[in-house]
Nanobody, 124 residues
Framework: QVQLVESGGGLVQVGGSLRLSCAAS????????MGWFRQAPGKEREFVAA????????YYADSVKGRFTISRDNSKNTVYLQMNNLKPEDTAVYYC?????????????????WGQGTQVTVSS
């Protein structure tokens, strides 16, 4: 069993920053890819960013490129999402997820494990 716990969400003004954390436990994550997704009210869950656990490439949705950065600390089994220059349209519940897939990381269906989500609200 894999457990993912997100933290770091909150209320921030337009242009502000937040750093989300996702702590993973229960398995060895050296071969997992980790992703961040978000879901706004009335909308479908959408891909935000992903990164292979042991180095490798990172991937971002076009809407967050240049503003968000995904990173990980293997020693802490934790993945982060640094969010800068936040916009009202970034308001959503943010979820981290773990996948064994080697491709298609922008597709939520390749992720087997999900956290409970953390709310991010950007006020104007």
């Amino acid at each position: 069993q894999v457990q993912l716990v997100e933290s770091g969400g909150g209320l921030v003004q337009v242009g502000g920053s937040l750093r989300l954390s996702c702590a993973a436990s229960g398995r060895t994550f050296s071969s997992y890819a980790m992703g961040w997704f978000r879901q706004a009210p009335g909308k479908e869950r959408e891909f935000v960013a992903a990164k292979y656990w042991s180095g490798g490439s990172t991937y971002y949705a076009d809407s967050v490129k240049g503003r968000f950065t995904i990173s990980r600390d293997n020693s802490k089994n934790t993945v982060y999402l640094q969010m800068n220059n936040l916009k009202p349209e970034d308001t959503a519940v943010y979820y981290c997820a773990a996948s064994m897939s080697r491709n298609g990381l922008d597709n939520s269906r390749v992720y087997a494990y999900w956290g409970q989500g953390t709310q991010v609200t950007v006020s104007s």
